[in-house]
Every structure is written in C-alpha cells, then in structure tokens.
C-alpha cells in the first residue's frame, strides 16, 4: 500500500525498480527465507490501518490529556526537577541539521555538530573543574555505573565504596552494571544526625583492596556533602579513586568537585535547558581530571580539534576511537554506541546563553528558595528539614513528624500540588519522610501556597 | 548537481566576542536567603576556582548556533545511506506530537494516576514490539540498542546463574556482528567466541558446531546479517544452541528489511533489542538520544529489567514484580520522547510497516545492482543472493589498480552533497562500504547515488588524486586525524587548544 513517508511506494516506481532487478513481485528478494517461518498474517500494530495525521494527532491528545500536570509549578524531586527550558534551547535542538544528522563519523560534513559538541566538552570540563569531559553518556545513572567500571579497570582492584546518600537508582543501576565485572559494591553509611556520607564508617571501609569512593553532592537527600574534601583526601590515601556525582546547576555556587581533588565528575545535564521528559531522554557527563590512564580507560566518545591534512585551518574530529566498540570490540572501553549528543548540545547551548553570570544568579535562586522553604516549613511547627543544621541545594528531604509521608503526597496531589517522592519508596524507615524540589521556576506566593495547603494537611493528618 | 556547504569561519564559543554582556534573566527576588545560607556553607566549597564560560546577548548565542547547524548534514538535508544505521526520514508530526508539554514536563516520580496517558503509551508499544518480534513482554528502560544487549546478556548470565549452570560463560558472536555484540558481551562477563562467515555470507555452520560447548551460553546474531544476508539456515542454527540449552539473543540493528514479514521470535530467538531510532523512525540526533526497548518469551519474562507497565483492567502501572529481574540497568523508565515519537510512528502506518520493509530492501537491491555494473567494486559474499536492508561492498580492485581508497571514495560522495555510507565495516571485507538506503529515499536519489560513485569511480582510473584530494565542498577539507589523536597535539577541549596556540603548533 503506497504511503507519503515511502516514496517509492507507487505501483508505477516499484515495477521500474524491479524490473532492473528483472523480478516481477517483491517477495521474490524474500525467497531465501524459509517458508515455514514466512509471517502468514498481517501484524496486528496500530489501529487497524495507516492513520492520518489529523487522526492520529487526535488519538494522541486523547491519551496525553490522561495526563495530569500541576497548575504551579511541580516540586517533586528525586535526582531531577522541573526546570525553564529556554526558548532558545528549543529552537537550536529543532534545527534538523542537528536532531536528524547521524554520529559524526564524516567530520568534513559534519563540523558545525562536532564543534558544539566539543563547545560541550570545553564547558562542562570548566563548570565540573576536570581536564576532559566526554562527548556524553546516556544519563547521570549510566554516567557512575561507567565511571565505577573505569575505575575498577584503572586501579585493577574490585572493591567500590558507595556512599548510602546517593540516589538508590544509580546505585542500583551502578549494581547490575558492576554485575559483569565482579566487583564487590560496599555501602558507606549515613550519618544519621548530618544526613551526609559517614565518615568514620568510611575510614573504617576504606583499604587497598579499595579502586574507588562513589559520592554525591548534594545527595538524596539534597543535603551538600561538606566534607567533600576530606572524604577525597582520605579515598586518595589508600591508592584509590574519587568518583564525585554533582548537580551541574549548583556549580555556579559551590566549587567543581575536579577542583576538589575529585578524579572522576559525573552528573546528569537534566535542568540544563533539558525536559524532565519523564525521566529521559538526559545526558549523562563524565569527566576525569589529567591522567593518561583514565584517559585511556575512558568510555564514549570524544570530540578534538585538528588542523586540515593542508594544514591552514582549524576542524574537530572524532578522536581516540580505539577505545571504542566499533574498533576495539570485546576490549573496549565501554559497549556504548548511540549516546545523548543531542542532549550535550542543548547543556552547551543552555550554558552559553546564562554565561557565567547567569549560572551563577540561577544558583543563587535555586539556593535563596530552598533556604526560604525551610525557613517556612520551620515556622509551621508540623515540618521540618529530616536533618536539621545541615545545607540543602535544590531538594530539601522534609519530615512530617509520624505522620504518613505517603498521605500527604496524596492530599496535596488532590489539591493541585506535586511534591515527592514519598522516601517510603526507597526506604522502609522513613514513612514520614518526603523530598520537596525548588528551582527557578517557583514565585515566592508558589513556596507559601505549598506551606499553606501543607500545613493544612498536615492538620488534617494523624 | 552542484553542492557548496555552508562555511562559516565561526569561532568558538569562547572567542566570540570580547565584551562581557547581559546574559538570560534571571530574577533577584531570593538573594537575601541565599547570601544567608551561603554565609553558612564551609568557605571551601563555595566555588572559587573561574567560571569561564563567555556572557554573550542572545542574537549572538542564535546565530552562533544556527551557523554551526549549517554546517551540518542530517536526512532533512540529503540521504544519508549509512550501512546498519537506519537512517530513514523522521516524520515531523512525530516530533511535534512527542514535544508536547504533556509529555515533556512528566515527572518520572509523579503519582502513576496523574500520568496514566503516557503509561498507556509506553503499554502499547510494548504490546506493539512484542508482536512485531514475535515476542512475549518488552522493558522499554534500556536507553539504547547497546544498552539493550548488554541487557540481553545479562538475562543470559542470570538465566544459567539460576539453573546452577555458571559454567556458561561463552557468548558466540560472528566476526562480522556489530561491535557492540562483543563488548556488550565482555561487560556481561562472558569470554566472547568467535565464529567466522561462510562464503555463502551466512553464518559457517561447520564452525559453529565447532565451537559449541556445555559452557556455551548463548548466541548472538543479527537476521539479516552485516552483510545484509538472511541467514536461511536459522531454524538449524536455533535448534543447535537450544540443544545446548544456551540461549538465542537477535540484534535488531538490521530489523528494517524484514518487518511485517519473518519475526525473530518464529526464527527461534529467545531475546530481542530493538533499536526505536532506527527501525522506528525517532531521529539520531547527531549520535542520540536512542531508545532499545528489549523483548523476551514468555520464561524470561521475570528476567527483565522492572519496571515494565502494566495494565489491571482499570488503570496502568509500573510493575516492579518480576521475581528475576536482573535489576535496573538505568534510571526511570527509559528514553520516554524516543519511545512516544516510535508510538506515532507505528500508530501511523500500522499494517504498512511491511511497505517499509518491502521498499527498503526493493531500494537496497536497486542501487545494488547499478553499482555492480561499475569497474573496481566488488561483492564479496552470497554471490547470486539478494541483500535485503542494506549491502556491502568492496574497493579492493579501485584501490590496487588506482591507489583510491573506501576512504577517499567516501569523501568524493560527501562533495556531491551526498553523505557516506559506513565505511570499513563488516571488518571481513576490505575497503568496504556499507550502505543502506532504507524505505524514505527516493528513486531520483537513489539514482544521484549510483551516478555519483559511477563519476568517481571513473574519475580514479582518470585522476586518482582528483578523488583523494576531495573533499572540497564541505566546510572544510579533509582533517588530519594523525594530528588529531597524537598524544602531543591532542585537544578534546579548549583549554588544550590554547596551550597548544601558544606554544604555535
């Protein structure tokens, strides 16, 4: 059946294109495929038949208003939040040269994608204060789970420490990925009054046998490591490396974890002019400070300048692809193939139109807010902060005092307000316990909304 | 047809302009709480160390960009006949549709009640794949084609794991498989064996039965193959591995060329990825966002990834009840705006998938044909057989009788306007171009192509450095790679660039 997306579907074209191949029906270039496995039905996708797009535009508003948004703003966290995506991230990313272009491998055709993604790579290594930044993993929890295995095939050692106040996906997704490889994933434990990874406990896990520290700033929890610098100079004692997973939009405020000492970045670009997209597509960043080993060990594309074989101008290439599975194959770095390039230079452009000024007013937004909800929910007398002294960034883990955390998700949902996820969703212990996200987006009067409807539900809540 | 590529000599970001100006607004309204709360944050970790990154008006960020772009090909450009690529025309009312904000602004942790419209999505393309693979249950979580065989490997490892069989630690790959079979492999902790291809262009059955083992733990295969032949002896090689009580895993790179008309499932195939953005139409993005949604039968159902979406009669739910799952090999859900663009495109055509696959391998044979008629290119392989989504072929003979490369072929392509196939893979035959012109390209196209390696061709026994010193076209000539991966001169970002400007290299 002739179709609009398949040019040469009209009976006419079809019969001049078999007759080069001196054939008289289609299935006759099938004729090598056994019979007895022919599909001998039509498949059974769709709506019966091919759709119009006036149809199948219908169909689909249909489904999607089964969706619910907030009115204000969303303040449901959990490692992503909802950001402005700036008008002109979305114009540069539905520019088709880019969105509908393939990997890089013809650079001479390809200069203007290869330059902003080495735009992205020069921009993220600065914010996250590392050497290299990668041309982009598929999300913040593939981007640890690759920067776990790198670093066990640097040191040659198993054993990973993973703090307890990262985010319970990526470590599990660090789990399945370390799977393969053997490694040993050892827990490093909360303290429980700072909300922050336990040092003693730490100390007391760290040894030889140790490749590497998994930590996250601000974690979970959205409370900010503060001794971030300690927790790297202890990792670096016992030979071992410090993998640091960071929020990209606080490093307009606090220092890139690379200046820290950390030896491997990762982070997730969501927020940077990048949708929740109800948790992806994202891109995930990976970067290591100067080291020939990690660069050698380095998963995922790379993008480099060059000069023309001529020698008088300045291009970018695809560069260190022996690392790659297409050349390396079964000893490659990493199977990944397709990544989220597109993502990265949405993060460049995203980056490039805040400038360092804008990053850092954004910080300063994100962190003033979180700071204001504290200080409201405090004043309620009902919520408080489930760590008390310590410095929240974005998502602040609130208490609700015994009451169900589960319920209040709940009754603020039927009131029109998104806050979570209910920590009962990954920890047992915690039912009264639940995150709240602020960014850009939320006014003042949203923040009071929220503590005005929460205190009243928090009346209402035994 | 004549083609000039966009130049602009676009500086980088950095060197735009020398003026700091007002960069996007961002509101004062918190700077009182947030100079509080940073009084109180250890002086350590506030940020010290600069910030370089350049403050530029936004007419100057548009334009920079929007001149990049230019410099840039994708399938709304020209073709883009990229062997095992799939780079098919990614139809805008997928994009449009996909783009809405009550797909985009979803939170992953919102109440699955307030977002039951995009669970029923994700449910039906997973009915959907499950039909068209042959199929039982799909996860849709792994974010691309790589991640979802590393996926299928994992089932495999877990599947032996939990029959007290960890003995099967070899997974078979043909020498002539994608890359990331093998290294998918390797991340699953399997030894990875080897098997090569017979002249036939199918999968060498003699070695195969060779290399079999009680530690076999499974085979993975791609039908058609690399060199875009249907491997006919399939059910043979099916039953081989399941004798051994290994596992059969399909790499659905190539699934293009055969939907609607054989499934992987009735080949004996106990394990399927797809690739969304190739097969179904969501677009590369210059190397991703992807989407590989894994499919499995029925007894490895509880070994997939959680959570998949259910539905109870009433609602849709994220189900985190398979009892093996081999955990989560990603965050969230998987790649949702892949995944719904995919949704649009399947809803559209329907029962015309098979046109797809149809007119793919029609279009495929077609230039096939008129480039065997050339002087220089051969056809290794399946003498006599028909490709089906894409071919390979081989500039050996071009290469000793005129000193023309694949390479330097490639680059004369890029100069009419054209872009390259894939080149020097499968790695079993030299000076290959791998090319595959899917469904979406025209005839007139189609035709450009052949015409445009016939003129090369021609041109090499004529001028062989005419072609090697192409391309001249594009916005710059040919690159020195040498330069560009030598330890000495290496820049993967600015900062290096710069060292290396001022020491005047």
Known sequence: MPHNWIPNSSPDIKKELMRELGINEIQELFNDVPTKIILNKGLSVGFGKPLTEYEVRRLFNELVSKNRLSSIPSFVGGGVCQHYVPSVVKAVLSRPEFYTSYTPYQAEIAQGLLQAIFEYQSLMANLYGVKIVNASMYNGSTASAEAVLMAARVKKKKKILVSDCAHPEIVEVIKSWAFGAGLDIVKVRMDLKSGETDLSDLRSKLDGSTAAVFIQTPNFFGVVESALKEIIEETHKFDALSIVYSNPLSLGVFEGPGNLGADIVVGDVQGLGISLNYGGPSAGILGINDDKELLRQLPGRLIGATRTLSGDELGFTMILQTREQHIKREKATSNITTNSSLEAVGAAVYLTLLGSQGLRKLGEAILGRTHYLIKRLLDTGLAEPLFRDSHYFREVSIKFQGRSADQVVKLLSSRGISIGPALSKFYKELSDCSLVCVTELHARRDIDVLVTVLEDVLRGVQ | ?505
């Open chain 2, 1 to 505: 047809m004549t083609f000039r590529q966009a130049k602009w000599e676009e500086p980088v970001v950095f060197e735009l302009s020398s003026f700091s100006r007002q960069t996007f607004l961002i509101d004062d309204d918190f700077v009182n709480e947030a100079s509080e709360a940073l009084k109180r944050v250890p002086k350590s970790l506030i940020r010290s160390s600069e910030l370089k990154i350049p403050n530029l008006s936004e007419v100057e960020v548009v334009r920079h960009y929007n001149r990049l772009s230019q410099m840039s090909y994708g399938v709304d450009v020209g073709p883009v006949p990229l062997g095992s690529c799939t780079m098919k025309y990614n139809p805008k009312i997928c994009e449009e549709l996909a783009s809405d904000p009550r797909v985009t602004d979803l939170h992953p942790y919102q109440d699955e009640e307030e977002v039951q419209g995009i669970l029923e999505i994700m449910y039906l393309v997973q009915k959907w794949l499950s039909e068209i693979t042959g199929m039982d249950e799909c996860s849709l979580q792994p974010p691309a084609g790589a991640a979802g065989e590393f996926v299928g490997a994992l089932i495999i490892r877990k599947y032996h794991h939990d029959r007290g069989h960890d003995n099967k630690n070899e997974m078979i790959v043909p020498e002539a498989a994608h890359g990331s079979n093998p290294a998918s492999s390797a991340m699953a902790g399997f030894k990875v064996v080897k098997i090569p291809t017979a002249p036939n262009g199918e999968t060498d059955i003699e070695a195969l039965k060779s290399v079999l083992s009680d530690n076999t733990a499974g085979l993975m295969l791609t039908n058609p193959n690399t060199l875009g032949i249907f491997e006919s002896s399939i059910i043979e090689i099916s039953d081989l591995i399941h004798e051994r009580d290994a596992l059969m895993y399909y790499d659905g790179a190539n699934l293009n060329g055969i939907l609607g008309i054989v499934r992987p499932g009735d080949m004996g195939f106990d394990i399927v990825h797809l690739n969304l953005h190739k097969t179904f139409a969501a677009p590369h993005g210059g190397g991703g966002p992807g989407a590989g949604a894994v499919c499995v039968k029925r007894e490895l159902v509880e070994y997939l990834p959680v959570p998949i979406v259910g539905f109870d009669g009433r609602s849709y739910k994220l189900r985190y009840d398979l009892s093996r799952t081999i955990g989560r090999v990603s965050w969230f859900y998987g790649n949702i705006v892949p995944i719904v663009k995919s949704f649009v495109y399947i809803a559209s055509l329907g029962p015309a998938l098979r046109e797809v696959a149809e007119i793919s391998v029609l279009n495929t044979n077609y230039l096939m044909s008129k480039l065997m008629r050339l002087k220089g290119i051969s056809l290794p392989y399946g003498e006599g057989r028909w490709r089906k989504h894409e071919f390979v072929v081989s500039f050996e003979n071009l290469l000793k009788e005129t000193g023309v490369s694949a390479e330097d072929v490639a680059k004369a392509l890029l100069d009419r306007g054209l872009h390259a196939p894939t080149i020097y893979f499968p790695l079993i035959v030299k000076e290959a171009h791998m090319i595959e012109v899917t469904e979406t390209e025209t005839k007139e196209n189609i035709d450009r192509l052949a015409k445009a390696y016939e003129e090369i061709v021609d041109l090499a026994y004529k001028n062989p450095q005419a072609v090697k010193s192409t391309p001249t076209n594009t916005s710059v000539k040919r690159l020195d790679v040498l330069v560009a991966n030598h330890p000495k001169t290496l820049a993967p970002t600015y900062d290096y660039l710069e060292k290396l400007k001022s020491q005047g290299v």
